[in-house]
């Protein structure tokens, strides 16, 4: 028995595809029908059955049937497609993050915490947002357009600030960012 301290198991790829036939002819269906409804073919075909609907107007008086047509089919096109397109986000974006975290894994240097990192919570992501945003401020002014920067170093930036503000009372002075940046242009010097 697995003690609380081991890591959760993955589950293995093969179990990750659908194992019945009704499952695997919905996924290959559903992948055909998003390709077909993003074509050209696709959205001539639903101009045509507009100008078709409505060329039949005059046909059925314009009654409330010949719009209860194009409204009922329509929606239940509408209900299908929200689920499909539903669906094809999710592949998408399961399949950029793999990218990502491969390329996340194969740079060295590059923080393995990133691994995986859709799996945290919305906190903990706007918290990692903030120590990138100070890491496009640092980039920003950069004058070596190669000169790398890294999380860590964002944190440690952040730590040296916090333990100067008690020092100063608590209070930054007015005009702390223009030392910060002088201060961070000599030392590039």
Same mark, same amino acid.
């Given at each position: 028995?697995?003690?609380?301290?081991?890591?959760?198991? /993955?589950?293995?790829? &093969?179990?990750?595809?659908?194992? &019945?036939?009704?499952?695997?002819?919905?996924?290959?269906? @559903? #992948?055909?029908? $998003?390709?077909? $409804?993003?074509?050209?073919?696709a959205?001539s075909?639903?101009?045509?059955?507009?100008v078709?609907?409505?060329?039949?107007?005059?046909?059925f008086?314009?009654?409330?049937?010949? #719009?209860l047509?194009?409204?009922?089919?329509?929606?239940?096109? $509408?209900? !299908?497609?929200?689920? +499909? =397109?539903?669906?094809? #986000?999710?592949?998408d974006?399961?399949?950029?993050?793999?990218? +990502?975290?491969?390329?996340?894994?194969? =740079? %060295?240097g590059?923080?393995?915490?990133? =691994?995986?990192?859709?799996?945290?919570?919305? %906190?903990?992501?706007?918290?990692?947002?903030?120590?990138?945003?100070? !890491?496009?401020? !640092?980039?920003?002014?950069e004058?070596?357009?190669?000169? @790398?920067?890294?999380?860590d170093?964002a944190?440690?930036?952040?730590?040296?600030?916090?333990?100067?503000?008690?020092? /100063?009372?608590?209070?930054?002075?007015?005009?702390?960012?223009?030392?910060? +940046?002088?201060?961070?242009?000599?030392?590039?010097?």
């Amino acid at each position: 028995m697995p003690s609380p301290a081991d890591p959760p198991r /993955r589950r293995p790829l &093969s179990t990750l595809v659908p194992a &019945s036939a009704l499952g695997r002819a919905l996924e290959r269906g @559903s #992948q055909w029908v $998003t390709r077909w $409804t993003g074509s050209s073919w696709a959205f001539s075909l639903a101009a045509l059955i507009i100008v078709v609907w409505l060329c039949t107007g005059p046909l059925f008086h314009f009654s409330d049937t010949w #719009q209860l047509v194009i409204n009922t089919g329509t929606t239940i096109i $509408t209900f !299908l497609m929200v689920f +499909l =397109i539903q669906r094809a #986000q999710n592949k998408d974006a399961l399949a950029i993050q793999l990218k +990502l975290n491969e390329i996340v894994a194969a =740079i %060295r240097g590059a923080s393995n915490r990133l =691994i995986d990192i859709e799996d945290l919570s919305e %906190r903990e992501l706007m918290a990692l947002h903030e120590h990138y945003r100070e !890491l496009a401020t !640092l980039a920003k002014g950069e004058r070596d357009l190669f000169r @790398s920067h890294s999380v860590d170093e964002a944190r440690a930036r952040h730590e040296e600030k916090s333990r100067e503000a008690p020092a /100063r009372g608590g209070e930054r002075p007015h005009g702390h960012r223009g030392r910060s +940046l002088r201060r961070r242009a000599k030392l590039r010097h």
